[in-house]
């Protein structure tokens, strides 16, 4: 089923990241991305599987990250998501709450490809363009 967030429905396999992100599920985090799926968090790239699983179980698992989406916007067949971050990563210099933006894009029900990046502009402006596109 999908997640709703106040600027639209979460597409159910963006929604089934989110909800294996929270829970901690790494298998089921996984199952939600295509075999040779790309992951650019941090200005990292990570590519395939077996290198997604070692960014979820450091970076995502290890560091029990948490998303509380805010807004979806559809973009072009793209899903553009953006959500406050939480987890035991070091919070030093970052504000609270930390907004993040995440750039989906789908295939045959999989995430081919998610782009994680810090929204430094804060959500003012991307909250004008749910205002402005609905």
């Known amino acids: ?13 963006v929604a089934q990241f989110i909800e294996a992100t929270n829970a901690g599920d790494l298998f089921r985090l996984l199952e ?7 992951v650019n968090d941090q200005l990292q790239q990570w590519r395939g599987l077996a290198e997604l699983s070692e960014w979820a179980e450091r ?43 995440l750039y989906f894009t789908l295939s ?7 782009i994680i990046l ?3 502009s804060g959500t003012s402006s991307f909250d004008a363009s749910f205002r402005s596109s609905g």
């Open 59 to 101: 970076d995502v698992i290890g560091q029990q990250l948490s998303l509380r989406t805010t807004h979806c916007l559809p973009h072009y067949g793209h899903f553009v998501v953006a959500a406050h971050a939480d987890g035991n990563f070091d919070k030093r210099g970052l504000p609270d709450p930390l907004e993040v933006l």
């Open 118 to 120: 810090r929204d430094r």
């Open 32 to 38: 939600a991305f295509a075999a040779d799926s790309i």
């Open 108 to 114: 045959e029900d999989k995430i081919v490809q998610l």
């Open 1 to 13: 089923m999908a997640t709703h967030t106040s600027g639209s429905i979460l597409p159910p396999i």
